[in-house]
């Protein structure tokens, strides 16, 4: 508390202040000296003249020992004392927001690895056979041969080949894939051989198949989840003696993506 001793002049302290005749209360005097102390702080703050204290306050050199010399420093000095508690103050809540501010930035780097990784692993297809307007039919065959989808509707990644009609593998993890074949054998009582094989890595795994002399057309649909390892192969075989059928409207379609990684 700072002590405030009143000398007679012959003018009141009234007077000194304030013209009218309300006498300012000693409270009131009081307020606005630790005002004007607390302003002067500041002002030193700004001008970089503020004295600098260890963290432990006034006296305290920081290793324990106090000072002899200031350790009644806050009760000499209020204003030096408040500007030290001032520092200290500034001091916690700069280290608190730069520790704030590394966590967020770590999390942030762990953010964008995993987005990286999303959008690394996006691997989609679909494909058909052809888009042409009038009907025609690949095969049959005395060989198998691998069918050479035309008419894409998405290959996202771009692992999918069109020269070969072969998808690579981009990465491991579990892929679901569709096929569905369908033919026209022209006329009843021709034989209708709607079939097809699918290959990973050269070997059948599953093969849609319709092979009759009842139907004059006829589709099939196989959908299986599958392991697949990055680099494997895959691709749709028409067996000796088959033969597909298809125009714009795409009756045979060959669709693979990604579920989840396992890499």
């Known amino acids: 508390m700072v002590n405030i001793q009143y000398i007679y002049t012959g003018v009141t302290l009234h007077q000194l202040i304030t013209p009218t005749e309300t006498y300012l209360k000693p409270a009131s005097v009081t307020c606005i000296i630790m005002r004007a102390i607390v302003l002067l702080c500041l002002l030193k703050a700004a001008l970089g003249q503020v004295n600098n204290f260890a963290w432990g306050g006034p006296g305290n050199t920081g290793t324990g020992a106090v000072d002899s010399n200031t350790e009644n420093v806050c009760i000499t000095d209020q204003a030096s004392?408040?500007?030290?508690?001032?520092?200290?103050?500034?001091?916690?809540?700069?280290?608190?927001?730069?520790?704030?501010?590394?966590?967020?930035?770590?999390?942030?780097?762990k953010t964008k690895t995993v987005l990286n990784n999303v959008r690394a692993s996006r691997s989609a297809?679909?494909?058909?056979?052809?888009?042409?307007?009038?009907l025609s039919c690949f095969g049959p065959f005395r060989d198998d041969k691998?069918?050479?989808?035309?008419?894409?509707?998405?290959?996202?990644?771009g692992n999918f080949d069109l020269n070969t009609g072969i998808f690579t593998v981009p990465r491991s993890g579990v892929?679901?894939?569709?096929?569905?074949?369908?033919?026209?054998?022209?006329?009843?009582?021709?034989?209708?051989?709607?079939?097809?094989?699918?290959?990973?890595?050269?070997?059948?795994?599953?093969?849609?198949?319709?092979?009759?002399?009842?139907?004059?057309?006829?589709s099939a649909t196989i959908v299986l989840a599958v392991h697949l390892t990055a680099e494997d192969k895959v691709a749709v075989n028409l067996p000796i003696g088959c033969f597909l059928c298809d125009d714009s409207s795409h009756y045979n379609t060959f669709t693979g993506f990604l579920l989840y990684a396992t890499d």
Request: one cysteine or more; aromatic letters at 8%.
């Open 125 to 134: 297809f679909s494909v058909a056979l052809t888009n042409q307007n009038k």
């Open 175 to 218: 892929y679901s894939l569709a096929l569905t074949v369908y033919s026209d054998a022209g006329s009843p009582g021709n034989t209708l051989a709607a079939c097809a094989g699918l290959l990973i890595n050269g070997m059948v795994v599953a093969g849609p198949r319709e092979k009759n002399m009842q139907d004059q057309e006829d």
């Open 81 to 109: 004392c408040g500007c030290c508690l001032m520092q200290q103050q500034i001091h916690r809540m700069k280290e608190f927001f730069n520790m704030s501010l590394s966590a967020l930035e770590t999390e942030l780097t």
């Open 146 to 157: 691998l069918i050479p989808y035309q008419h894409v509707f998405i290959n996202l990644g």
